[in-house]
């Protein structure tokens, strides 16, 4: 499978953005996929993740009632949308995906097997 992920830019404090990831090979939802994300000199971190199937959702505390994911199976692709964007949003977001992940590990990027390359989000204030 091979993931591409896109949308990044630049903005301001409290605009939005979505980012798309594209899934191809197999169908999106076949896998859980998660979105992290990597500011400068920091480490990866989880954002959030849809489930294979069904799609259950997760958010980290951060952006919980700011982002929302989802998942199009007709485009094979998942969305974060990012509203009320803030400067420690800022970072490169990846999209990862695993088929076979158990919900203790949708927070740990090393348990995705997939990524993709990543798209740079900067937020000023």
């Known amino acids: 499978v091979q993931l591409q992920a896109s949308g990044g830019g630049l903005v301001q404090a409290g605009d939005s953005l979505r980012l798309s990831c594209v899934v191809s090979g197999r169908p999106a939802s076949s896998y859980v996929v998660g979105w992290f994300r990597q500011a400068p000199g920091k480490e990866r971190e989880f954002v959030s993740a849809i489930t294979k199937n069904f799609g259950k959702t997760y958010y980290s505390d951060f952006v919980k009632g700011r982002f929302i994911i989802s998942r199009d199976n007709a485009k094979n692709t998942v969305f974060l949308q990012m509203d009320s964007l803030k400067p420690e949003d800022t970072g490169v977001y990846f999209c990862?995906?695993?088929?076979?992940?158990?919900?203790?590990?949708?927070?740990?990027?090393?348990?995705?097997?997939?990524w993709g390359q990543g798209t740079l989000v900067t937020v000023s204030s």
């Open positions: 990862a995906a695993d088929q076979r992940l158990i919900q203790s590990s949708i927070w740990v990027p090393g348990d995705y097997d997939y």
